[in-house]
């Protein structure tokens, strides 16, 4: 992935069936290792906006380049390769509560045929990045709110992704543990990974001082 630009909308719309247009119009440059926030009211089209980067979703108008890639040219069967890069952190955490914390960060690296001994190696350094390698053992049904959100940070980047996404990240944390989760993100995009987090939280994007895109009724309000 090459390009100064590392994400890159140029007039994209996105219209779901039945007619609800999610974006519209919307133009932005996000710059290689830049950090930014993604903010609207809920329904504005934050969690469209990802999803179009992660090729989850296609848009009706306009391109999309990530890396200097143009994603409209993409072919399906590429796809998993190009998630490769882009790391993806949800409110939710979708962590596998029957596996235990080592095994959820492994995951992707065992999707891409990694080999076990690279493995150990990535996913510790990892869980060492986050805070959480003496729980690598447990499994996350044992862990707070905080340290499962860890885990899928740390799930997320184990692949030593170009791109963060952060969907809500700090959805369901108090402001104290919110403020560590954005610190965290903050940390890997200081060593060059573009991080672009979704939320609602007004007061912390303040705090965080990064660039703010707004998102209205799908429509980039600059």
């Not at 790391?87 to 095994?103: I, K, S």
């Not at 060059?192 to 998102?215: E, S, Y």
């Amino acid at each position: 992935m090459n390009s100064d630009n590392m994400i890159h909308f140029d007039r994209v719309n996105k219209r779901y069936p039945g007619g609800f247009e999610a974006l519209a119009d919307v133009s932005f440059q996000l710059q290689r290792a830049e950090m930014a926030f993604l903010t609207g009211h809920s329904g504005a089209g934050k969690s469209t906006l990802l999803k179009l980067i992660m090729l989850m979703e296609r848009p009706n108008k306009g391109q999309i380049f990530v890396g200097g890639q143009n994603l409209e040219r993409f072919p399906r069967r590429q796809i998993p390769y190009f998630r490769r890069h882009i790391g993806v952190v949800f409110q939710n955490h979708q962590l596998l509560f029957d596996r235990t914390v080592f095994d959820n960060v492994a995951l992707p690296l065992e999707i891409a045929g990694v080999t076990p001994k690279e493995i150990g190696r990535r996913v510790r350094a990892s869980l060492d990045k986050v805070g959480l390698l003496k729980k690598e053992k447990v499994k996350p049904i044992t862990l707070s709110g905080g340290e499962q959100q860890r885990v899928g940070i740390a799930r997320a980047v184990v692949n030593k992704p170009s791109v963060l996404l952060a969907d809500e990240p700090t959805g369901n944390l108090d402001p104290e543990l919110s403020e560590e989760i954005m610190q965290l993100f903050q940390q890997f995009n200081q060593v060059g990974v573009t991080v672009l987090v979704a939320t609602h939280d007004l007061a912390l994007v303040k705090q965080m001082r990064h660039r703010v895109l707004r998102l209205d009724h799908g429509q980039l309000i600059v």
